[in-house]
Each structure stands twice: as C-alpha cells, then as structure tokens.
C-alpha cells in the first residue's frame, strides 16, 4: 500500500489533477486512487486546488527543510478545540498575493458544514477572512473600502454573511508573530441559519482567545 502512496503522490506532484486524471496516470481503480489521495490529504502530504484538483502539499515542503511550520502546529491542537466549542467549521487562513489560502481546518464530524479544503485558494475579494487579511496588509486591498477595514482594525475582528458563498456567514480574528505581523486569519464560518446573521456577536470573543492561544505558540518558537 505504501508503494501505490508513493505512486499517487508522485502523480499528483507532476501537475494538478482531479480523480480521473489520478486514475489514468497511476493505472489504480478509482476507490483505491481516492482513498490514498485523501489520506495523503489528511497528513498534507497532497492538498486541493480551487477546482478540487490534488497537488503537492504544504508537508512536503516542512519535510524537505528538515522542519515543521509552527503556526500549522500549533493550528493542530487549537482549531480541533475550537470547532468542539463552536461546532462549526473552523479554517486558518494565510495571503498569498490576490488570494488566500486555507492552510488549515477543523470540520464537525456530522450535520450541514462550511468545507473549505485545506490548500484552497480563495479570493481576497469577499469574506471576513479576506477582510481580516487585507486590513493588515501591505498589499491591495480594493476590495475594500477604507472604511471597512477601519473598523475592521478598531473592533480586531471581520464577519461576513453570504459574501464568499451564499448561505454562509463567518467571523475571523488576526494570529500575529512574535514581531507582531499580522501572518494568518482564523475564522469559523457556518450555514447563516445556524451561525447568524451577527456572527461576531456569538463567536468573535471565542475566536480571539483561539487566536491569541495560535499567538503564544508562535511566540514559545520564535
């Protein structure tokens, strides 16, 4: 089984490729292929593009540097607990130009969820992470009005409500490192029936303690 791993990680490190393309470059049947694709995805040995395509992920790179990322350790332990706290979905995002990815998640094991893989590229354009990310960045923020980040920085937190996805409504918070740069957003989203159409007022104190706790780690390693 290691060997037909290693086959499909191989496969998916040429370029990006959704299960049919796995398939036809590994000879495996499909349930197989799927089944050690999402393992690999699991340990972030393979992660997903904005089109569900399987690519290299972020593991493999930690490996190659002899190290581990901090933050994404210490998302590990923090957003799992988050997610039993708020039973909602739980993402912690980074910026990466016009775009953010998902670098790390937490879902409820059961009921309607908020899934955004982890290795997702989503846009800078909409959302509360976006909002969060783009308020303390260098970088373009048009998306955006002046006065919508304003706040965004007096509160110290962003939600959203059907702005990246129809039905969804999210709050997010800033993980500063130990210089104190803004370096992620992490955000717990949800259905708008269940979460609210105020979802900072339910979560957002919840979210900065799971921040900061993001923050204290960093702050042990730096």
């Given amino acids: 089984m290691l060997d037909k791993a290693v086959v499909v990680l191989r496969a998916a490190a040429a370029t990006p490729c959704a299960l049919g393309e796995l398939c036809e470059r590994t000879g495996l049947p499909r349930a197989t292929a799927h089944r050690l694709a999402v393992g690999l995805e699991t340990h972030r040995l393979l992660a997903r593009d904005a089109d569900g395509r399987w690519r290299p992920g972020p593991a493999l790179g930690e490996l190659a540097h002899g190290h581990g990322d901090p933050l994404l350790a210490a998302a590990d332990e923090v957003l799992p607990e988050l997610r039993d706290l708020t039973g909602e979905s739980i993402q912690l995002y ?111 104190d919840a979210l900065l303690t799971a921040a900061r706790r993001l923050e204290g780690r960093l702050a042990e390693v730096g």
């Fill in 94 to 204: 980074r910026r990466d130009g016009d775009a953010r990815v998902c670098v790390a998640a937490a879902e409820p094991s059961s009921g309607l969820r908020d899934t955004v893989p982890v290795g997702v590229r989503v846009s800078m354009a909409a959302g509360s992470g976006a909002k969060v990310l783009a308020a303390w960045s260098r970088g373009p923020a048009a998306a955006f009005s002046e006065a919508v980040l304003e706040e965004v920085r007096r509160r110290g937190w962003a939600q959203s409500v059907a702005e990246r996805e129809a039905g969804v409504a999210s709050v997010s918070a800033p993980v500063r490192d130990a210089d104190g740069t803004v370096v992620a957003a992490v955000s717990v989203s949800g259905p708008v029936d269940r979460i609210g159409r105020r979802p900072g007022a339910r979560w957002a």
